[in-house]
């Protein structure tokens, strides 16, 4: 297919090593076998040891690492306390708040919070144009370390790896320091107002808000014309080294943020450099990509620093709108889902098979007077990819006055349109909307006929703070420009896989949107160009073959999904570790292999497949090797 590059990459048997290999943001790791991937829940140094990066909410990558490790060294005990960083002031605090709600018998005095600005005489020119280095750090005893790494990890507040690194040069070269060792008595104030229209005036403002690309003007940065980097390589550090330099520039990264919002309403479908595309008018096929919902506008699209914080964050501006109440998760969700609904506010109501039983239940409750705050789901579910009843669900959200919030990373908005049913979208652009597996990002939309349109709206002028890193913005406009085209050979892949694992007796159960018996209801919001999408999972008679099959099979093995390459992964192993039995009740047996397709050659994922499989019917051997 013209504009795309064919993937048919020799399968990384390195563990520990980063997926994609050479990639020093990756966002997955090589667990290249069943064994591996035990030995890693089980928390064995041969695995442990070797890990050169993991998904970001679940491993801390080195470079924030380091960067912590620095701060406590210059601030703190480095034999009592660790400490946790954020990007800004409000995240810190809430870690605070959450390390002290959750250990109540801790003294919270031994807690503290440090902010790090520019050092205001080592500015450089025109600094109101370039992308300061801000940080804030919570430093703790060591013995709450659970505690904060499970803030980090359910609410994706922390800081990105990226600007850990641009912090950590600022820190040596003594351009960014702690803000109490700085004297400002004449330091001018931001003035009051919606914190996206503050510009970034003093050592006072914490964050950027402007850049999150609100309003639809843009200018001109004659920084973006220098060709691309000579080696290629998709996340190579030169990208932004040799284009931009060190000193960012605000300019081009609200560029990148208004391109990524624009792409998301379905207004910008041109692949092409900025700032360029902005100008770029709507092809006369954007109608069938755009919402379907009067009033909708990319002003309604909100960016966050990966997928799982824009879920956090809905859920605090619906408990600060409506109340606390209780939630609904409904249907067997990503697990930090139901953490969150469960461990901040009122708690959750878990209906994990989300069939059309649990349906009747919840309106019998709520028939009967019960009171809830919303119904999260996600459309398909992972990694089971079955589909909740929209229809259904928005009628008794209607009558009973709850929010319906739709989680759509694994559909994806080109496939399937969801708004009209609810009242919030939000979703990773992590996976497939980026497909490099080399940056986060996350989103968050309102439906403008919401009946708490305006409250959320009012909400998210006021407390809204743009925290998605300048430099994660560029890497994540610059991998999304060919969205469209990747999502449409991923999908007509993850058929053609779904097919042949059909076909196998081994496998016991092949779960994909295509062949669920929940088809009906993803057709309800299939649009006529989508499809069903490049997630699918199966599960097999005997755990021997799943093991097997998975030691044989010749693709990218790790965390995440949505990526350009088939990434494969034993996910209840992964996710459900320790509760088994748990999830077994809710369909995720401990067999499960979950597939996220790529862009490979049909051919070739013909092959690799047919490999994996013959390997089961010939026995297998020892298979795999570690």
């Given at each position: ?360 239940d919840l309106e019998h409750r709520l028939d009967s007077g019960e009171k809830i705050l919303s119904l999260f789901c996600e459309f398909p579910s992972n990694p089971l990819l079955r589909t909740p009843d929209l ?54 939309i309102l439906n403008p006929q919401s009946r708490y349109h305006h409250a959320l709206k009012h909400y998210q002028e006021t407390e809204y703070e743009d925290k998605l ?158």
């Amino acid at each position: 297919m013209p504009g795309l590059v064919s993937h048919d990459l020799p399968w990384n048997q390195t563990v520990g090593d980063t997926v994609p290999p050479n990639t020093p943001h990756a966002v997955s790791v090589s667990l290249p076998t069943w064994r591996s991937n035990v030995a890693y829940e089980e928390g064995e140094s041969w695995v442990l040891d070797k890990m050169q990066c993991g998904y970001p909410r679940f491993f801390i990558h080195k470079s924030i690492d380091r960067f912590a490790t620095s701060i406590v060294q210059q601030h703190g005990d480095p034999e009592t306390e660790k400490a946790m960083l954020f990007p800004t002031k409000s995240c810190g605090q809430g870690c605070i708040d959450f390390l002290i709600h959750q250990n109540p018998n801790a003294d919270g005095s031994h807690i503290r919070l440090l902010e790090f600005v520019p050092h205001p005489e080592k500015l450089p020119a025109a600094s109101l144009k370039r992308v300061l280095p801000r940080a804030v750090t919570v430093v703790y005893p060591k013995g709450l370390w659970p505690t904060a790494k499970v803030f980090w990890q359910h609410t994706g507040e922390g800081l990105s790896s990226r600007q850990a690194e641009f912090c950590q040069k600022a820190l040596d070269d003594g351009s960014m320091v702690e803000r109490s060792t700085l004297s400002q008595p004449n330091t001018p104030r931001l003035s009051k107002g919606p914190k996206r229209y503050q510009r970034p005036l003093s050592l006072d403002h914490g964050v950027p808000h402007a850049t999150n690309g609100h309003g639809s003007g843009h200018q001109n940065n004659t920084d973006e014309s220098s060709g691309p980097t000579e080696n290629g390589v998709p996340d190579s550090v030169l990208f932004v080294e040799e284009r931009f330099g060190r000193n960012l520039d605000i300019t081009m990264a609200q560029n990148a943020k208004l391109a990524v919002r624009r792409r998301i309403a379905g207004s910008l479908t041109a692949n092409e450099e900025l700032p360029q595309s902005l100008d770029t008018q709507p092809s006369e096929d954007m109608n069938q990509r755009e919402r379907g919902v009067p009033g909708f506008s990319v002003d309604d699209i909100y960016l966050y620093p990966m997928g799982m914080n824009a879920m956090y964050h809905t859920h605090r501006a619906l408990r600060s709108t409506i109340g606390e109440l209780p939630s609904i998760m409904y249907g067997f969700p990503y697990i930090d889902t139901l953490k969150v609904l469960e461990k901040f506010g009122a708690g959750a109501v878990f209906y994990g098979h989300g069939s059309a039983d649990d349906l009747d239940d919840l309106e019998h409750r709520l028939d009967s007077g019960e009171k809830i705050l919303s119904l999260f789901c996600e459309f398909p579910s992972n990694p089971l990819l079955r589909t909740p009843d929209l229809k259904r669900i928005r009628a008794l959200a209607d009558k009973h006055s709850f929010a319906v919030v739709v989680d759509e990373t694994i559909g994806n908005f080109l496939n399937v349109n969801v708004l009209p049913y609810a009242d919030v979208v939000f979703s990773s652009l992590t996976k497939i909307f980026s497909g490099d597996c080399n940056v986060m990002g996350g989103s968050m939309i309102l439906n403008p006929q919401s009946r708490y349109h305006h409250a959320l709206k009012h909400y998210q002028e006021t407390e809204y703070e743009d925290k998605l890193f300048e430099e994660d913005a560029l890497y994540l406009e610059r991998n999304s420009r060919d969205f469209i085209l990747r999502t449409d050979r991923i999908n007509s892949n993850a058929e053609l896989v779904a097919e042949i694992l059909r076909s196998h007796p081994a496998i016991k159960q092949v779960n994909h949107p295509k062949y669920s018996p929940t088809k009906h209801l993803y057709d309800v919001c299939k649009l006529p160009s989508g499809g069903y999408g490049g997630l699918l999972s199966c599960t097999f008679h005997r755990m021997r073959d799943a093991q097997l099959f998975y030691d044989y099979l010749e693709t990218q093995k790790g965390p995440s999904l949505g990526t350009n390459f088939t990434l494969s992964s034993p996910f209840v192993i992964l996710a459900h570790y320790n509760e088994l039995e748990w999830a077994a009740q809710f369909g995720c047996e401990a067999s499960l292999v979950r597939f996220s397709i790529g862009l490979e050659e049909p051919g070739v994922l013909r092959r690799v497949f047919g490999v994996a499989l013959d390997a089961i019917g010939a026995g297998g051997g020892e298979g795999g090797g570690v």
